[in-house]
């Protein structure tokens, strides 16, 4: 996209942070109820159980490994969610009796650029092609973008076609690759806006109106 398209895209206020909901319930497109909550140090059974139900072929998608269970240095750093530099919902199936954790998206802010952070998103594969990675990720932009955040850095395989293709859809611009890992900067405003106009799932709808930004 060249800068002149960039432009077409309407700046919308963000939300403040107190304005920022801490539970959303939305559905998926199959009708699955879902609940959308900040990650806490009390979900670290649920995000080990979650990663170990993930097929190997998405846990190396996800973290360039196939190890069942990732080292604990990975899974004590997606717990420590600050709410500054590091952003991070889950999403829980309400629909199953133990309300099992179905993904979950990271943003995990720059120090030497507190307007960047590191973007991260992983769905279980029984939910994918369900719009959960769309409704997500349009809450974790709303909060970043409440919280000062304008850029979103995306590390993926090269070989990841389905994550370069969903960089790609938020607006993404590639920025480096070391042959191995390429990666893609995108811009919240214009990501969120892509994902306003496109309406798509009709769950994530839910999303905008629980930040107040319809």
Known sequence: ????????????????????????????????????????????????????????????????????????????????????????????????????????????REEEDRELAEFSVAILDDWHGLGLGKILTATLLLEAQSEGIARFAMNTLAENRSAIAFARLLGGQRTGSDGTVVTYELTVDEALERLREADDPPGIAHVFEAFGAV
């Open 1 to 108: 996209m060249q800068p002149h398209e960039m432009r077409r895209f309407a700046i919308r206020p963000a939300p403040s942070p107190a304005d920022a909901p801490g539970v959303i319930e939305t559905r998926l497109e199959n009708g699955t109820p879902v609940c959308l909550r900040r990650v806490d140090r009390g979900d670290e059974q649920r995000i080990r159980e979650g990663i170990a139900r993930m097929s190997p072929h998405s846990r190396y998608m996800r973290f360039f490994s196939g190890a069942t269970t990732p080292p604990d240095w990975v899974i004590d750093r997606l717990l420590d969610a600050d709410g500054d530099k590091h952003l991070a919902w889950g999403a829980i199936d309400m629909s199953r009796n133990e309300h099992p954790a179905i993904g979950a998206v990271h943003a995990f």
